[in-house]
């Protein structure tokens, strides 16, 4: 009984996007489509909460872990929460003519498939599998990213194209490498490449091959990880953007990217004769922390100053994963859910405020807690939880990190505090101007359309004072086969 | 394998390399694609002659591939949108032939230095097309960084995907290799479509990309 729930809720999460994809492209009217869109994504979440206790049997091309389970029901409640936010943006863009009822119909059609995508990368156990679903949500981000085919929005999907392209040219190299290694001991064909056999196996594989592999996989899904130095797409494709694609990128496809990386990572740490990949991971993140921490100083466009915060923070990621061992990987794990939920969380309240304000220049954004006080507040609360302040779930994680960073390699510690400091200080700076002074304005917001935006943050609050211990013991349970 | 069978392997993989090493110095538009073409069709035969000694016949449709999409159909194509875009007269360098060529000869030295000793214990053959492989590759992203032009940055990543499909067929009963160059055909059409639409679309008077770069609006 169990394995047939398992293997309809996997088919329902799977086939709920795709033939929702087929659905949407059809239907003309707009009020429509999003309502369909909402309920699609609200029938994909079920379908990855059913997953999380009845598990199908694993075959040759899918799996369902521990580990992605935790990806696909973050994955799948942020899809669903920003259908519900894309619903009232979207409406606002008619209006104001920026978008026709033509190019929704194409925008909703690729929103479920870039669903569809994303959950087929995290359920596939064939690397190669993984490699063509990671493929295909690009190449639809990328021509979301240029839907108002504006100037700056082409520039940036183009940037995105190229740059995920080579990032895409490089991950395939590593996975023809891995292949190779496998190949000769688990012999040709499909096999080679089913990632729970690799995992498995890896003890006799070539470690020579093998880090080389790593080389190549790190350079090319630490792309569409955003990593610096690789990382120039991301703040463009983020401002340019329909915002609900800007929390789609920041809060799923992110994550995705750092899942595959995962998942070689664990197929590495079979082998005890290969370099640890740990130090690699550690030095890109740290990186793009430090980096990505002075870049948010001189940002003048909102939705570009919070992409260098998803820089810093999936380098935050990046260095715990890379750190390793029980409590880094717990932590890690728990600041990718919370920034998930923050990050979507604040660019709901910037999408709003774009469109109210009628521009994204921080500098001509002031009062907001005055103008739009629901709005001006929720914002400042995203904000404070992204800084990193106490009592939201984003302290938790980066506390436990920097502790037990100091615990390990106290150099490194005093490198990520720094990080930390910088971007706190440039989300302080910006956030003062956007959201208090005076002003004359007053904008008129629907409250059901903050309702995504307050749940996000409520959960993450939740999370900050009180993280239930079924979670807790979760995410442990997962932290100790990252290993 | 006989070693005329290998050293016909070596023939293809080689001239592959060498046939990127031309594209790396094509200064006018018109002899970039028929360059490019060229290279998609030693892709095809190198490509066909691996899937005649594996007897693997799901590589033939890979060759295929090459030969008809990207071989003719994509440079037919491109040869259209050059016209009409009226950037046939010269393509511009960023960094000079000969410091270029250099280079390039560098990255071939580094990728037979990096792949020959990790690939040790595989076969023979699989060591050297691996190399020739990453050479292509990397030979590709030489190309797509020294070029500013849109129409030559797509050609160079065409060339630097020749190199990866020619790395996934030398490793033997590779799955999924037909499906990845579909997939990577579908990109490229992607592409070449883009730069149609950006022309059509009249936004943009140069695909110059530094044209571009001027029009993002982060000013300080």
């Given at each position: 009984m169990n394995v047939s729930?398992?293997?309809?809720?996997?088919?329902?999460?799977?086939?709920?996007?795709?033939?929702?994809?087929?659905?949407?492209?059809?239907?003309?009217?707009?009020?429509?489509?999003?309502?369909?869109?909402?309920?699609?994504?609200?029938?994909?979440?079920?379908?990855?909460?059913?997953?999380?206790?009845?598990?199908?049997?694993?075959s040759l091309y899918l799996l369902v872990d521990d580990l992605n389970t935790v990806f696909l029901i973050i994955g799948t409640l942020v899809g669903f929460t920003t259908s519900v936010f894309s619903a009232g943006y979207i409406a606002h863009e008619l209006q104001s003519r920026k978008l026709r009822s033509r190019d929704l119909r194409f925008y909703h059609a690729l929103y479920q498939f870039l669903m569809f995508a994303m959950d087929l990368a995290l359920v596939s156990n064939n690397i190669g599998l993984m490699w063509v679903a990671i493929e295909l949500a690009t190449?639809?981000?990328?021509?979301?990213v240029g839907i108002y085919r504006t100037n700056a929005a082409l520039e940036a999907s183009w940037k995105y194209f190229?740059?995920?392209?080579?990032?895409?040219?490089?991950?395939?190299?590593?996975?023809?490498?891995?292949?190779?290694?496998?190949?000769?001991?688990?012999?040709?064909?499909?096999?080679?490449?089913?990632?729970?056999?690799?995992?498995?196996?890896?003890?006799?594989?070539?470690?020579?091959?093998?880090?080389l592999s790593f080389v190549f996989l790190l350079l090319g899904y630490g792309t569409k990880v955003g990593l610096a130095p690789v990382h120039a797409w991301l703040p463009d494709a983020h401002a340019e953007g329909p915002t609900p694609i800007s929390a789609v990128l920041s809060g799923l496809l992110l994550?995705?990217?750092?899942?595959?990386?995962?998942?070689?990572?664990?197929?590495?740490?079979?082998?005890?004769?290969?370099?640890?990949?740990?130090?690699?991971?550690?030095?890109?993140?740290?990186?793009?922390?430090?980096?990505?921490?002075?870049?948010?100083?001189?940002?003048?466009?909102?939705?570009?100053?919070?992409?260098?915060?998803?820089?810093?923070?999936?380098?935050?990621?990046?260095?715990a994963?890379?750190?390793?061992?029980?409590?880094?990987?717990?932590?890690?794990?728990?600041?990718?859910?919370?920034?998930?939920?923050?990050?979507?969380?604040?660019?709901?309240?910037?999408?709003y405020t774009s469109q109210l304000e009628g521009t994204q220049h921080i500098a001509d954004i002031r009062g907001l807690t005055q103008s739009q006080p629901l709005l001006g507040w929720l914002l400042v609360i995203g904000v404070v939880a992204i800084a990193g302040l106490p009592p939201f779930g984003i302290f938790t994680s980066e506390f436990l990190l920097v502790t037990s960073t100091f615990a390990r390699a106290p150099w490194l510690a005093i490198l990520l505090v720094l990080g930390l400091m910088i971007a706190f200080s440039a989300l302080a700076l910006r956030l003062?101007?956007?959201?208090?002074?005076?002003?004359?304005?007053?904008?008129a917001l629907p409250a059901w359309r903050l309702a995504p935006m307050a749940l996000h943050l409520g959960l993450v609050a939740i999370a900050g004072i009180y993280l239930p211990i079924a979670v807790v013991a979760w995410f442990r349970h997962v932290a100790t086969q990252l290993g | 394998m006989t070693t005329l069978d290998s050293d016909i392997a070596h023939l293809l993989a080689g001239s592959l390399v060498l046939v990127s090493f031309l594209l790396l110095y094509q200064d006018r538009m018109f002899a970039l694609l028929n360059v490019f073409a060229l290279h998609a069709c030693v892709l095809a035969f190198s490509v066909a002659w691996q899937a005649h000694l594996q007897h693997a016949p799901h590589l033939f449709i890979t060759a295929l591939i090459a030969l008809l999409f990207k071989g003719m159909i994509i440079p037919a194509a491109l040869h259209r949108i050059v016209v009409r875009l009226g950037i046939h007269r010269t393509i511009e360098n960023v960094v000079s032939i000969g410091p270029t060529m250099l280079f390039g000869m560098g990255l071939v030295a580094l990728s037979v230095v990096v792949m020959l000793p990790v690939t040790q214990s595989a076969g023979a053959f699989v060591r050297e097309d691996l190399a020739f492989a990453l050479s292509v590759l990397l030979l590709g992203f030489l190309m797509m960084v020294t070029r500013r032009n849109a129409v030559s940055q797509v050609i160079g990543f065409m060339s630097l995907e020749n190199g990866?499909?020619?790395?996934?067929?030398?490793?033997?009963?590779?799955p999924l290799v037909v499906e990845i160059s579909v997939g990577f055909s579908v990109l490229i059409a992607f592409l070449v479509v883009g730069i149609f639409l950006f022309r059509i679309r009249e936004r943009f008077d140069t695909v110059d990309l530094q044209a571009l770069d001027m029009s993002r609006g982060e000013s300080e």
């Open positions: 729930v398992g293997t309809l809720a996997l088919a329902g999460l799977l086939g709920t996007p795709a033939i929702g994809a087929l659905l949407l492209a059809v239907i003309p009217t707009y009020r429509v489509a999003a309502v369909l869109n909402m309920i699609l994504c609200a029938l994909t979440l079920a379908s990855a909460a059913l997953l999380y206790s009845h598990r199908p049997e694993p190449l639809t981000t990328v021509v979301m190229i740059l995920g392209s080579v990032g895409i040219g490089l991950a395939l190299f590593g996975t023809i490498l891995v292949y190779l290694a496998a190949q000769e001991r688990l012999g040709e064909g499909m096999v080679a490449m089913a990632w729970d056999r690799l995992a498995a196996n890896s003890a006799g594989f070539d470690p020579a091959l093998l880090n994550n995705v990217a750092l899942f595959a990386l995962l998942r070689f990572r664990l197929i590495m740490a079979g082998n005890p004769a290969v370099l640890s990949p740990g130090p690699m991971m550690v030095t890109m993140g740290a990186l793009s922390l430090v980096f990505a921490g002075f870049m948010i100083y001189r940002r003048r466009d909102i939705k570009r100053m919070f992409a260098y915060s998803s820089i810093e923070h999936m380098g935050i990621i990046t260095l994963f890379g750190l390793g061992g029980p409590l880094a990987n717990f932590a890690g794990l728990l600041h990718m859910a919370m920034h998930s939920l923050t990050k979507s969380a604040i660019f709901f309240g910037v999408g003062h101007g956007l959201a208090f002074g005076e002003t004359d304005k007053r904008h | 990866l499909v020619l790395a996934a067929t030398g490793a033997r009963g590779m």
